[in-house]
């Protein structure tokens, strides 16, 4: 995609959250990875992935049982290729237990914002869709279609 991503390895203390995104390109992780990821929920209050960022959550089997979203032109591919996934289609974002799943790119920041509510509040997560120029933010359960 144009840009290269430095890092470092994680210790192992405990997060609060930890944010996976999307890609524009489906590919299959390492098996280091999915150790990370399984362990996540663990050593983490919560999970949140963005757009197709599910496919990720998904095969390391963090949605397996659970209620998820996606962006709505890879939904079907995500039920397709994890039954066991509850994927509803048409939410912006879906909060079931300690993973957090939103469609597309700006449903990303519903979610963000959602977040910042539970966590610090409504003025808060106010103040911060004003600095970002955005709604406050749509509900989760909102359709990522606008009916006209």
Sequence with gaps: MGFSVA??????????????????????????ILRFLRRA??????????????FVLAEAGLLDGRRATTHWYRARDLQARFPRVKVEEDRIFIVDGPVWTSAGMTAGIDLAL????KDLGTDVARAVARKLVVYHRRAGGQSQFRRC
């Design 41 to 54: 929920l663990t050593r983490s209050r919560r999970v949140a992935s963005t757009c197709t960022g599910a």
């Design 114 to 117: 959602s977040r910042i509510e």
């Design 7 to 32: 890092t470092e390895p994680f210790s192992n203390a405990n997060f609060d959250t930890l944010p996976v995104g999307g890609s524009a390109v489906a590919g299959s992780l390492t098996p280091g």
